[in-house]
């Protein structure tokens, strides 16, 4: 691949980032991802939409969120600082809300009344809700029956907000089904409905939307690194499912060539095991959920179910722009395992006394790795995405504890 | 493997046209039956497509299971899951097509699925492996005309890429659709997934009059074509009508082959004598 220069000017007119992205999806819905495409071209160079947005995330969300310097952390592992990027102080309690702010407003711009999502964890979900609520919405979530099970909180949480769960029982149960459910009820509820997608996947333009509206994390990072330690960082880290959060770190970076970047994928039971989500470290390029990107699937094309200890992660494909940015070499993927993640989120929250979500648990574990290897004025920025709150209960059952 | 006198003569479109231009002769409205491939006797397959013929079948379409099936309603996406369940994948899926081509040469079979696993096998190498079967062509449901690089293969190996038409599609991309469009165009009747219950006839004619101001292709109207009944309406207009989940749901629970081919005769019968005694009423004055 030709070296790249300017990784902003991605993706193309039709959504290719690369070989990867696109827009494959059934005919009905080409002509209303067509004008979603324009309305949202239109809004994001409108300056009140802009304004409306920014005000947004600094009064209802709570941005800037902070950079913590995790200085207990740290001194105990004896290399290099890590700082941590707080998205879970975030009201909802992570980065989530970033994009469900900025595709309610897009949906009230077109007069969309009724509000579709998916979820796994149960967080895009929550935020979508919330939004839902703030702008008098009705709101309709699909969640596998699985994710319902081990995120109970976020579902009544959910419905608490006025959302309509409802429990996806096809396929592996989880995010994957829960996503093509909810493409079926655009499909045919596409004239009166606005699908909120949680991640930077799907076809065109959901990938580069969802990207712009997380993007405010890498923004303020960037901006935070240069006025606290008047430098970049030298290694930037985040986990990857779909890869939400960790686009919206990663992008504002990617012209800093001296900036490292790593993307931390679920290993689940170990990515010799076969059962994990790391779709980046061991899949391969496929198409799923309207976009080409690297999936995990078997011979025949059928995708295959993963395994996360974390709803959020366990997702057999991943958003086109890591894709992208994996085989250009700019930012490369790794696997983290359950029990490494569970053991970095006890880490965490003896040394500085933070929970963190078991999917931001896996950059932490990352984060840990990466601090070992460099020296002790190396700094290495994590996405801390989200709380854990909503994971305590399944951390009590690992260890034998019902609540 | 290069297969050049594929590329020149381009047999999948040929054996298409040759049967809409027959069915065009003999002013008939022609019968696609869908079934998923491998569901749900995957040894009586190879049978249930011969007696669909033998039960007035113009065209075969096969889906091609696929784990993700977003254009599709519940009744296919269990009969994918069983197809799955029962190891059907592409090789078994061309060893039907090639043992249905030894007895039959001239029922067109279209191929019906999803980007991934053909994007997983290669395009090119399951273009070849399509044609060399006796596949005539592919329709692909997520993969529109925005991605054709993607899919030329299959026109390389003589296979003809069916199209899909829908009520939300704008005229000017109808007629794009329409110029690309090799064998068939296959109208879908409603904005929704396959098995639902939305279809609205006068819309549905409003779009396939719509098409035929772009092109003289041959327009087949599936999603919402039930039974004989809704057969027999939407068949007064189109050039044929598709009838998938109806179908699948009928054949789902049958015992053995005997009972499969029964239950797809006793379905597929009364729909053909409906086409057959509307025949025309209202096609007059389309061009076709």
Redesign the interface.
Known sequence: MERIEDYSAFPDA?GHFGDYG???????????LAELAAAYERLSSDPAFIAEFERDLKDYVGRPSPIYHAEHLSREIGGAQILLKREDLNHTGAHKINNTIGQALVARAMGKRRIIAETGAGQHGVATATVCARLGLDCVVYMGATDIERQKINVYRMKLLGAEVVPVT??SKTL??AL?EA??DW??N??DTFYIIGTVAGPHPYPKMVRDFNAVVGREARAQMLAQYGRLPDVITACVGGGSNAIGLFHAFLNDPQVRIVGAEAAGLGLASGRHAASLAAG???????N?TY?L?D?????TETHSVSAGLDYPGVGPEHAFLKDAGRASYVGVADAEALAAFHRLARTEGILAALESSHAVAQAIRLAGELSRDALVLCNLSGRGDKDVHTIAAREGLSL | MSRPELTITSPGQRRIEARFAALKAARRTGLVPFITAGDPLPQAQVALMHALVAAGADLIELGV??????????VI?HAS?RA?ARGT??DEVFGWVREFRRKDATTPVVLMG????????GTARFAADAADAGVDGVLL????I??TA?AAPLGEAGLARI????????PE?LAR?VRAAEGFLYH?AF???TG?D?VRIDDVREHVEAIRRHGDIPVAVGFGVRDAASAARIGAFADAVVIGSALVERLVGATDEMDLCQRARDFLAPVRAALESAEGVGRSGSGS
């Open positions: 039709h696109g827009s494959y999806v059934a005919e009905t819905l080409v002509a209303p096809s396929g994957k089904d093509n493409m079926r499909v045919t596409v004239a391969r390029p496929g198409v799923l959920h309207g080409r999936v699937c011979e025949d094309g059928q995708i | 299971p696929f784990s993700d099936p977003m254009a599709d309603g519940p996406q899951e799955i994948g592409l999803y980007m991934n696993p053909v994007a997983i096998r449901v997520d993969c529109p925005e991605e993607a199209l899909l038409a829908a009520p939300t599609t704008p991309r659709i879908v904005a929704g997934i639902a939305r």
